[in-house]
């Protein structure tokens, strides 16, 4: 059973997709979930406090989504992105994944593939976690 107390954030310019994901991701029992119009404002709500997967949109104002995971890989290596896009092109999934992308999402594949996605990026992240603390225990055995 995976925890879903995580923070969950979306970054999208929509505020229309905002709403949906907010709901769609509250329906299916996630308790945090973080909905920003603006890269910004993504990046200091997770300073404010780190987030299990951040779902992101390729084509924004700004910072698009390509700088953001230049970003979340230099800053917040930790984080697993879903880039969930309207851009449907080999090419970019190609780009996506070469920048570290964890999966990559069309907006128009059903809400259960990209629910599937924050589950697996939150089931490993569970299970870095689980490990790191049996290495810390294990050394201080030691």
Known sequence: MIDKSGRILVLDDDVDVL???GRVLRFEGWTDVALCERAEDAFA????KPAVAMVV???MPG?????????????YPNVPVIVGTAVD?????VRCM????????PKSAESARLLASIEHA????????DNRALRQSFLEAA
């Open 19 to 21: 709403a949906r994901m």
């Open 45 to 48: 709500a997770l300073d404010e």
């Open 57 to 59: 949109d390729l084509l």
């Open 63 to 75: 910072m698009d989504g390509y700088q953001v995971l230049e970003r979340m890989r230099e800053d």
């Open 89 to 93: 092109d080999l090419d970019a999934v």
């Open 98 to 105: 070469k920048a570290g992308a964890f999966d990559y999402v």
């Open 122 to 129: 939150a089931l490993i992240a569970s299970l870095k976690e």
